[in-house]
DNA sequence: ATGCATCGCGCG
DNA sequence: AAAGCGCGCGATGCAT
């Protein structure tokens, strides 16, 4: 059984969805249900008002149901939450669109008018209801609310029809897999742990800047930090030019070579570098505060991820919360833990993107290290200082040959490797001149030829859909069109592709101009997304893990399952994830983890 | 007050 | 001619 169905809810000028988190909003104490409009397969929709909606919400065999919303995270997380009834299904109109329409706007106004170009009675209605901020509606604005819900729940459902056949049933799973995680949250939150952390984090702070004795605000403002430098302690500011805008700015990132040697140059001054960290490091404190005011009452912790965030497949973070990109020994990710009798689960596939792309290229030197298990960032810098590097004995020049594999596959040139090097993101911070960088930059790509070629290739091929007729299937991908058709049935689109200045351009948000390296990324993180998604699927659906899927950090897949016998389930995982895909069964894949009580690696 | 662009920084 | 790529959030500073 289909449900559509939009609730309309109670909002205010600070109640509101653009002002609070959908948990917060949800769990408001102003928060209440107007009504809700509900259509039962292809019938007629009805709209039950604020006394009859219960009854209706309860009338429902949700153990049948497979429910359709547009942004179903929000009106899902009623239905589980608020009404305590759960979808066998969930569907997510707004996601479908992210995902056939990546980078476009999946409001339910503009996919009508994207989807519906030439149906003017397929629009939302945009006529102005005054509901804002009245609590108990009058039978008329509520008759008129009812009105246009029932127009967004038919819209809802005409949406669905027109992109269901678009979408494949892998990424269907995907979405309901992702509002899951929302929706009936597992994970659980030792609050007690965070809210230490968080008064920790402000005490630091509060401690650092009484040392120091300046003003927060001047400490946090590049500007006014940077003023003070100069005028109260007769230093010179560090400055370096904007990468987007070219614009002298100062460079005083916690990351900015310049400052951290004025920072070693003046240790005298020690308590100020010391407070402006603390002031700028108050990340901590309110990310400790986004997840204790997530958590709810039973300890749960819903897991907001946005499906098909990038054009790529990747998901992206959203609620305020961004669970893909915790600090690794963060004591956020400790407090975050299995129910009691469950443990966290939590695998990744090894080095996913750069065997992708050894596959793409037919580099079959590279994949034969992969099948052996060998380290190829090792074998990498053995060929760059051309006597053997091991992990145990060179870790140093070990981190070259790792920059030079994640980097370099995808056409970063000699200036950006030398920068990337001595900023020490992979390592310690290594010196490297110009033509040291322009000698490892050179040997990794005579090294791997086939990279080389496939830049061209790929930058080639998608040039060559400009022609409307150009049609070419290659490795499992379809060129045509201004799209890449990728293995799953989904696609990378380059939208109104054409040549630019010279340059092969294209409209996302902005527009956008790309080449061959580029391209390579996005092809060789798209399809490593599918592995990582299928494999996801695998395991949701194996009944004999019992495990939900509660969280995928790109190539890491999060997951709940029971205690007893874990190194058996852990097993499971790993062949689950190790298994090659039907359009590249040649691919080396690998893939590894851990289980604990909490999500620490 | 609120929105937008920009930077910094965390993850992959 | 030359280019690692992909995200989201917090904070600042400026525009409206």
Redesign the pocket.
């Known amino acids: 059984m289909l449900v559509t169905l939009d609730f309309e809810t109670y909002f205010d000028?600070?109640v509101s969805l653009?002002?609070l988190t959908t948990m917060d909003y949800v769990r408001h104490e102003k928060f209440k249900v107007w009504g809700v409009g509900i259509k039962i397969d292809d019938g007629p929709t009805e709209w039950f008002g604020e006394d009859e909606a219960e009854v209706a919400i309860s009338e429902i065999d949700w153990r049948q149901a497979t429910v359709i919303c547009h942004n179903t995270p929000f009106d899902g997380y009623i239905l589980t939450r608020y009404y305590r009834v759960t979808p066998a299904y969930y569907i997510d109109t707004a996601a479908m669109s992210r995902g056939l329409f990546?980078?476009q706007s999946a409001r339910l106004k503009d996919c009508a008018i994207r989807c519906f170009p030439d149906d003017e009675t397929m629009r939302k209605g945009d006529e102005l209801i005054d509901a804002k901020g009245i609590y108990d509606l009058d039978p008329e604005t509520e008759q008129a609310l009812g009105g246009y819900c029932i127009q967004d729940v038919d819209l809802t459902w005409a949406l669905y029809q027109q992109m269901i056949d678009q979408m494949p049933q892998s990424e269907m799973d995907i979405i309901d897999l992702t509002c899951r995680m929302f929706c009936e949250p597992k994970l659980t939150v030792d609050l007690d742990s965070l809210i230490a952390f968080r008064d920790d984090q402000i005490a630091a702070s509060e401690k650092a800047i009484n040392d120091a004795g300046i003003d927060?605000?001047i400490l946090?403002?590049?500007?006014?930090?940077a003023e003070y430098i100069k005028t109260d302690l007769g230093l010179v500011p560090p400055t370096?030019r904007?990468?987007?805008?070219?614009?002298n700015?100062?460079?005083?990132?916690?990351?900015?070579k310049a400052f951290t040697q004025m920072q070693r140059m003046y240790p005298e001054h020690e308590p100020i570098w010391a407070a402006r960290k603390a002031?700028?490091?108050?990340?901590n404190?309110?990310?400790a505060?986004?997840f204790i005011d997530a958590a709810h009452d039973d300890g749960t912790i819903s897991v907001?991820l946005?499906y098909y965030?990038?054009?790529?497949g990747?998901?992206?973070?959203?609620?305020?919360?961004?669970m893909?990109?915790?600090?690794?020994?963060?004591p956020l990710r400790k407090a975050l833990y299995a129910p009691k009798g469950q443990l966290v689960f939590v695998a990744?596939?090894s080095n996913?993107?750069a065997r992708m792309l050894a596959w793409l290229a037919d580099e079959d030197d590279l994949l034969e290290q992969f099948r052996n298990g060998d380290d190829i960032y090792s074998n990498l810098a053995t060929k760059i200082y051309g006597r053997p590097i091991n992990k145990t004995d060179d870790p140093t020049e070990r981190f070259v040959g790792k920059t030079a594999v994640?980097?370099?596959?995808?056409?970063?040139?000699?200036?950006?490797?030398q920068?990337?090097l001595e900023a020490g993101?992979m390592g310690p911070p290594m010196k490297f001149t110009t033509e040291e960088a322009f000698d490892v930059v050179n040997t990794y790509r005579s090294t791997y030829s086939g990279v080389q070629l496939l830049w061209s290739k790929l930058?080639l091929k998608l040039a060559n859909t400009i022609n409307p007729s150009y049609d070419e299937h290659w490795h499992g991908l379809r060129f045509h069109r201004g799209k890449i058709h990728l293995p799953n049935g989904m696609a990378l689109h380059y939208n109104n592709l054409r040549y630019e200045?010279?340059?092969?351009t294209y409209d996302?948000r902005a527009t956008?101009?790309?080449?061959?390296?580029?391209i390579t990324?996005?092809v060789?993180?798209a399809l490593s997304r599918i592995i990582v998604t299928d494999s996801m699927l695998r395991i949701q659906q194996d009944a004999s893990l019992d495990a939900q899927v509660v969280l995928t950090?790109?190539?890491?897949i999060v997951l709940i399952s029971q205690a007893n016998n874990p190194d058996a389930t852990m097993g499971k995982l790993i062949a689950h994830m190790c298994q090659p895909p039907s359009w590249a069964k040649d691919i080396p894949l690998d893939a590894e983890g851990g289980y604990d009580f909490s999500y620490s690696?």
Do not use: C
Request: proline share 5%.
């Open positions: 000028t600070k653009s002002k990546p980078g927060r605000k946090s403002s590049n500007q006014q930090f370096k904007s990468p987007t805008t070219g614009k700015i100062p460079a005083l990132g916690k990351n900015d002031v700028k490091s108050r990340i404190e309110t990310r505060q986004r907001p946005r965030a990038a054009h790529t990747r998901f992206g973070g959203t609620e305020k919360i961004n893909q990109n915790m600090p690794r020994n963060s990744d596939l996913i993107e994640l980097g370099l596959g995808y056409g970063m040139g000699a200036a950006k490797f920068s990337t993101a930058e200045g010279g340059q092969l996302s956008e101009s790309t080449w061959g390296g580029r990324e996005n060789v993180q950090v790109h190539d890491e690696k």
